[in-house]
């Protein structure tokens, strides 16, 4: 079979009897106890322990896991309807997902046996959680030039440094962090698991932030922290390689929550433009507004289809590599595109989409986060170029 060939079938998908019942499952919780209490997640700021617990109850954390370790092994694809099905309602509840899932792309590919025996199956069942500590001051998405630190020592490394917008990091039992333990650049960086509540950890103030306001990201300063040799993922050296793993791997789930914030803004436009009148009709009655939605609809689908194609070449076996290209279209036109359809949906509810009692300015905050996290869409841009012209 030619490479070509192999190529095409794995960019072809096609949803399960299984997936289409996990979508369902979800729906139905979306649209009742998550939606619920929505507006009070992004308004408190309240870590949301019930939403944690459900997802625990139907043991939607271990969605990706293999059996060993606990875990349905349902695929990247099944990880992407929970997020787009869940953020739909409230992107607090999905992020919760993405807390678990995020370490567990970078221990899967690069922990040893015993690591993964050690942490994986406490992530699968919500008995331990994790922070990814990775940003820094001057340093987002150019992790190449990482100032963080981690020196050898007689048994380890002693790590120092200071990261910001740890995510979870308030209720982490551990952090996957990276830092600097060779030659400047890519090639002298390695990643480490690391206990929140070890000597010399400082976890600053929970950080404002616009958007997923429920799950805390605080300033972290690894002051003189030493960390086993064992405690290290991979080899030496290896930790750009793994952080590229795992990051393009979240990608699609990122454009999951793109979907998800999209198609929210959607059915309250639809509702809301049916039974709001203007000039004695529905302004649903309006061309310019049919348009308005038409497009907002045409936007979502294809947003819909590239980030579900992009899950799809991952579950079929492609490298995150080669995949990355495909995978950064999806996560820029998806979350461009929920930016777009957000704005249009405050404009179609006027003056009450101004106002912060009706929910379509908390997806419109949530969705300008999502162009940014997790590799700026201007990287992505850059991937993709890159790609072309190589």
Sequence with gaps: MSTMTETKQKEQYALTDEQL?????????????????????DRTGEYPQDMFDLLVEKNYLALPFAPE???????????????EGFTRACYNTSYLLMMTWQPFFAISAAGSEEQRRKYLPGLADGTLRFSTANTEPEVGSDMANLQTRAEPVDGGYLLNGKKVWAGNAPVSDYFVTFARTGEPGHRGLSSFVVPT??????????????????????????????VPTE?????????????????????????????????????????????????????????????????????????????????AVL?????????????GMAKTFATDTAMQITLDGIQIFGAKGYSTDYPMERFMREAKGLQIIEGTN?????????????
């Design 21 to 41: 019942a996990l979508q369902e499952e979800i729906r139905v919780l979306a649209d009742g106890p998550v939606a619920a209490g929505a507006a009070h997640r």
């Design 315 to 327: 579950d079929g076996g492609m490298s995150p590599r080669d995949a990355a290209p495909l995978i």
């Design 197 to 226: 509540t070890a000597d010399g950890v400082v976890r600053g103030a929970k950080m404002n932030k616009i958007g997923g306001r429920a799950i805390p990201s605080c300033e972290v300063e690894f002051k003189d922290v030493f």
């Design 231 to 311: 405690d290290r993922l991979g080899a030496e050296g290896d930790g750009f390689k793994t952080a590229a793993s795992t990051f393009t791997k979240l990608r699609p789930l990122v454009g999951a929550r793109a979907l998800g914030l999209a198609q929210g803004s959607l059915d309250h436009a639809v509702a809301y433009a049916k039974e709001r009148k203007a000039f004695g009709q529905r302004i649903a009655d309006f061309q310019g507004l049919q348009w308005m939605l038409a497009d907002m609809k045409i936007g979502l689908e294809a947003s819909r289809h590239l980030v579900y194609k992009s899950a």
């Design 378 to 390: 201007q990287i992505q841009r850059n991937i993709i170029a890159k790609d072309l012209l190589s």
């Design 69 to 83: 370790h606990g875990g349905r092994n349902s695929g990247i694809l099944s990880c992407v309807l929970a997020i």
